[in-house]
């Protein structure tokens, strides 16, 4: 078992029908390196993954989401599937624990479709990503500059396009939270296209 992560508090956010890959390979990736990983989810009990066009394995929810606290954790992973996403992206709370992560500067990894929930929280503007190719016209309307490669990061933003790019994805997002806090340069891009406080 690897040490690169000792000490570090990852988020796993998901919910019913999460590609169950892009959840489980990066989740034993990381323990391995020795971070300490929750499965959160705005459920209760178990999530269903799915995988090859089929409902797959149950997992078990480590924290609830409205009990989750972003601030104790060091960085945040999304995994796809179609319905993951798309479920979560119009649940405020989700949104909103997002948002704090990234804002914090702190590393986010996003797979697949998972980029979806990125977008309407408000974190995707001025970035490079990628993403499984139907999700480009949604991230490049965003703001976002859609490449096509196996694994991209911008300033702690890392982003993949499938479970098969899943080794490049992990080894990654493992390099980002050994790395730390981006918050400087991405403060200064949250800056820069919010309104201060008080601005009409």
Known sequence: MGTKLEGKKVAFVVTDGF???????????LEEEGADCDVISPKEGKVKGWQHGNWADEIAVDVVLKDADASSYDALVLPGGVMNPDKLRIIPEVLAFVRKVFDAGKPVGAICHGPWTLIDAGC??????????SVRTDLVNAGAKWVDEEVVCDEGLVTSRKPDDLPAFSRKVIEEIAEGVHGEARAKRIAARRPAAGAE
């Open 19 to 29: 590609e169950q890959t892009e959840l489980t390979g990066p989740l034993r990736a």
């Open 124 to 133: 995707v503007e001025d970035r490079t990503m990628t993403s499984w190719p």
